[in-house]
């Protein structure tokens, strides 16, 4: 019964267990019905169906009372699924019967569309061949219809331009000049627009005949132009000859400027058919002019008579014409600008204000001068180039001319000018090759002078402070003319390499007085030993004042882009030039302060030993048996004390008036920091002193020793800080001793013994030093400790 139970109820759940479907049939409703294997064999039927009945029912009879509910329930899912299964099996053959259907339409649909294709294709390929003869003929048609098109269009420009033409000789024939310069400016604008045109014979028609009638307008322009400039008796070869023309300006017929108005406005009309014929002149590219406009075709005129005299003069074989005198020339041509600028600006600038013109006309006219020149050097420069002394004086007035004709005359900088000249190649490595050799040998011959050392103001107190050595600032002076000298060279790379030669320059300076510095060691407190110093210092001094000079910030800036690009500095040492923490003097400077530490140093060794060899006595005084103040009638200085101080105050004397105040500066600060450990060192804690041996150390430091600096500082018990703090410990009254003693060893590095140590006035001192001090002491009362 217990095993037959189980068996029967399986055997019922087999019969009305329905099989495990797939799709749309919801087989979760059998509980475990999608864990039986896909084979659907009866073993794992009937495994699942008895573990199932176990889990239900178990082995407990009682249970067997769920197996009609349960067998309900199982039959309510059967008959649920069976409706399922009906209601897809009947709707899925409806779906793909209307599938279907719709497939053979669209079937039917694209086999009439395919032979509608082919009809229309047969229909258009019929067409095409019946229709390919007029296609050819229309064609024909059409390119004969271009043809006449492009023979029309260029008969056009012919007419046009015939038009113009006759326009142009009917103004002329009535003597309507300014109507035909019109003309001829829309006739320029014509050929300007048919530039990229392939008709090349119109091209040359339009050229020739722009070309024709420009030469007519401008000869017969020119022709009355320079009959009224002779009117106004130009040009103004002298000075004399300007004065008297400008006097007489206002007494001139009011028709002569008129008329000198009309001819200019309608040359300037002409400028652009002459810009566009004329042949422009340039020098050869390795001289790198800027690019700029020809001169106004009004200018030009004006300029023609002063051209034919420089080219007379300055050609050929006239006496005038010598390389070794270029001022001649420049000095010509620089009076020429300034004798007609008030007629230029006076008469000449408002005629080209009121034609709306940019030019303006005083540097127009000074930059058609200068174009003579600039041919003028690049002829005579190859030819002076290896003659040292014909090269330096032509590059001295050449600087003088561009300095004047650009601070007097006003010439911009953006033009061209000479300093493009000497910044040719060949010729700017010559211009620096010569720079140093002149440089060096100015610089030999300020250092072997009788007064290479003297101070030039020497006797003016006011003026002699920092006590320059004649050499070093005829040095100095050297370089800031070198720096005048480029200072106007066009291009950043140019002025980098004269930098690069101020270097140098500095540098050799620099060697140079290290070797005059070597030969004085033995007397480093001699005359000449302090004026190299001072040479030294002076020259840190200005180059350090010359780096914040806005024209070598910028030299740095260029610098910085060439670094830059050729990978020659680190990242560091880039973002210090960036950020502008080094500048472009920081080695030279460097070396310099170097020196100048090293020199100071020799001094303040050679004193300081001057000292210590005064101070043997001193060192070695009895302070231990010296009497208190109350035993004597009046404290005095200790006489071994005289040697030390004596010496020290000769040579604080001897170096105030020989060094420089920030030198000399330096220089007791040195000595008195050296003098101070000494003292403290070799006096101090080398003895032992009773009372009057402590006040008596004090007196003489206090009242004579530190006194000796109060010339050059409010305070000088300030840097002789050992020795004062000393003084403090060891003039303690017994008690004030005592109590100290008792806190530096109860509070052994801790703040109350340092708060203690402050209200005494030591700050210097550490609590070990001020304990050995106080056990210096031997004026201690018997207490047993």
């Known amino acids: 019964m217990g095993t037959s139970g189980p068996l029967v109820i399986a055997n019922e759940l087999q019969m009305h267990a329905p099989p495990c479907a797939s799709g749309e049939i919801n087989v979760t409703a059998l509980v475990g019905c999608d864990q039986v294997s896909d084979g659907g064999d009866d073993a794992g039927l009937a495994s699942y169906v008895s573990t199932f009945i176990d889990k239900e029912v178990g082995h407990d009879l009682k249970s067997l009372k769920k197996l009609d509910k349960l067998i309900e329930q199982m039959t309510e899912n059967k008959m649920h699924l069976e409706e399922q299964v009906l209601t897809i099996s009947s709707e899925i053959p409806k779906r793909i019967q209307s599938a279907l259907k719709n497939a053979e339409e669209s079937k039917q649909f694209l086999n009439q569309f395919v032979e509608q294709e082919n009809h229309l294709l047969t229909s258009i390929n019929s067409h095409l061949l019946s229709a390919q003869p007029w296609m050819d003929d229309l064609g024909a048609m059409i390119s004969q219809i271009e043809e006449i098109g492009r023979h029309l269009s260029y008969l056009k420009w012919i007419s046009q331009i015939e038009e113009l033409s006759d326009n142009i000789q009917q103004y002329l024939l009535t003597n309507n000049v300014p109507e035909a310069a019109s003309t001829l400016v829309a006739m320029t604008e014509l050929d300007i627009k048919l530039q990229k045109s392939s008709c090349v014979h119109l091209l040359e028609f339009m050229r020739a005949t722009v070309k024709f009638w420009h030469k007519i307008l401008k000869d017969k322009l020119t022709s009355d132009f320079e009959e009224i400039l002779a009117q106004l008796h130009w040009p103004f070869i002298t000075p004399s000859q300007s004065q008297t023309t400008a006097v007489s300006w206002p007494a001139s017929s009011p028709e002569v400027y008129s008329h000198l108005e009309t001819l200019f406005c309608q040359l300037l009309k002409l400028q652009t058919s002459d810009e566009l014929l004329a042949e422009p002149k340039h020098l050869p590219e390795k001289y790198c002019l800027p690019a700029s406009p020809s001169v106004?075709?009004?200018?030009?005129i004006m300029l023609t008579p002063l051209q034919k005299r420089f080219r007379y003069h300055f050609r050929g074989n006239r006496q005038t014409n010598v390389?070794?005198?270029?001022?001649?020339?420049?000095a010509q041509i620089l009076m020429w600008i300034g004798n007609h600028t008030p007629f230029l600006d006076e008469k000449i600038q408002p005629i080209l204000d009121k034609a709306s013109s940019a030019v303006n006309?005083?540097?127009?006219?000074?930059?058609?001068?200068?174009?003579?020149?600039?041919?003028?050097l690049s002829n005579d420069i190859p030819c002076l180039l290896y003659d040292d002394s014909l090269f330096c004086h032509l590059v001295d007035e050449v600087l003088l001319f561009e300095r004047e004709l650009h601070s007097v005359h006003g010439y911009p900088d953006t033009f061209a000018n000479c300093m493009h000249i000497l910044s040719e190649e060949t010729c700017f490595q010559r211009w620096l090759t010569v720079e140093r050799k002149f440089a060096l040998q100015k610089m030999d011959s300020m250092l072997s002078s009788d007064a290479a050392w003297v101070s030039q103001y020497k006797d003016i107190t006011d003026v002699d402070e920092m006590k320059v050595p004649d050499?070093?600032?005829?040095?100095?002076?050297?370089?800031?003319v070198i720096t005048d000298r480029y200072k106007s060279l066009p291009t950043a790379s140019r002025k980098l390499q004269f930098l690069e030669l101020q270097k140098d320059l500095v540098d050799d300076f620099r060697i140079r007085l290290t070797q005059v510095m070597k030969e004085e060691t033995r007397a480093s407190l001699g005359f000449r030993y302090c004026a190299i110093l001072n040479a030294v210092n002076y020259i840190s001094t200005v180059l350090a004042d010359w780096a914040d000079n806005v024209f070598f910030l910028q030299l740095q800036q260029a610098a910085l882009e060439v670094f830059a690009e050729n990978n020659t500095l680190s990242k560091l040492e880039l973002g210090q030039l960036a950020s502008m923490e080094s500048s472009v003097f920081d080695d030279m400077i460097n070396l310099l302060e170097r020196l100048k530490h090293d020199m100071l140093t020799r001094q303040v060794d050679h004193v300081f030993r001057e000292v210590k060899d005064a101070a043997k006595?001193?060192?070695?005084?009895?302070?231990?048996?010296?009497?208190s103040q109350s035993e004597q009638a009046a404290p005095s200085?200790?006489?071994?004390?005289?040697?030390l101080l004596l010496t020290l105050r000769d040579r604080l004397l001897q170096l105030e008036q020989q060094l420089c105040f920030s030198l000399f500066k330096n220089f007791w600060q040195m000595l008195v920091e050296k003098l101070d450990v000494y003292i403290y060192q070799e006096v101090i804690l080398a003895n032992h002193f009773n009372e009057g041996g402590a006040a008596q150390l004090q007196f003489d430091m206090t009242r004579n020793l530190f006194p000796l600096f109060s010339h050059y500082c409010k305070r000088p018990e300030n840097y002789f800080k050992h020795v004062k703090e000393a003084c403090i410990v060891l003039n303690l009254s017994i008690g004030s001793a005592l109590l100290l003693k008792d806190v530096l060893q109860s509070a052994s590095g801790h703040p109350p013994a340092t708060a203690a140590l402050n209200e005494l006035g030591i700050y210097k001192l550490a609590q070990q030093d001020v304990d050995i001090l106080l056990n210096l002491r031997t004026n201690w009362p018997n207490t047993g400790k």
């Open 637 to 643: 200085l200790s006489s071994s004390a005289c040697p």
């Open 361 to 376: 006309a005083r540097l127009e006219f000074s930059r058609g001068l200068l174009m003579l020149v600039l041919e003028k």
């Open 617 to 627: 006595l001193y060192k070695k005084e009895r302070w231990l048996s010296l009497p």
């Open 296 to 300: 106004i075709l009004p200018i030009q």
């Open 471 to 480: 050499c070093a600032e005829t040095f100095m002076t050297l370089l800031l």
């Open 323 to 330: 390389l070794s005198k270029p001022e001649w020339y420049l």
